[in-house]
Nanobody, 124 residues
């Protein structure tokens, strides 16, 4: 079954770190740009970070300098390392795949695959 599966979410104190994973099954990520989005309760889905198929990276202003996106094609997985977490980072995090070198967040309908989401809660 073709799918993306996120993992690594959880509860962390402010200032802590988490690493999210986005693993693909039944297809290879090499030719896809992978985008991370998040959605907090009552808010619109927000594009957080992207890594294109050629390795270029994008970060929103709200996470720049704290989050790092990377990809391991051998493991068919994209990671989002989140450091210095803040309560406002609390949200469900989703990864999405689109074939090509797209770098900026796109409309939801443009992505070929979406993961089911993983909850990140930053609270003391």
């Amino acid at each position: 079954q073709v799918q993306l599966v996120e993992s690594g979410g959880g509860l962390v104190q402010p200032g802590g770190s988490l690493r999210l994973s986005c693993a693909a099954s039944a297809f290879t990520l090499d030719n896809y740009a992978i985008h991370w989005f998040r959605q907090a309760p009552g808010k619109e889905r927000e594009g957080v970070s992207c890594i294109s198929s050629d390795g270029r990276k994008y970060y929103s202003d709200s996470v720049k300098g704290r989050f790092t996106i990377s990809r391991d094609n051998a493991r068919n997985t994209v990671y989002l390392q989140m450091n210095s977490l803040k309560p406002e980072d609390t949200a469900v995090y989703y990864c999405a795949a689109i074939r090509g070198t797209y770098l900026l967040p796109l409309r939801e309908s443009q992505y070929q695959f979406w993961g089911q989401g993983t909850q990140v809660t930053v609270s003391s």
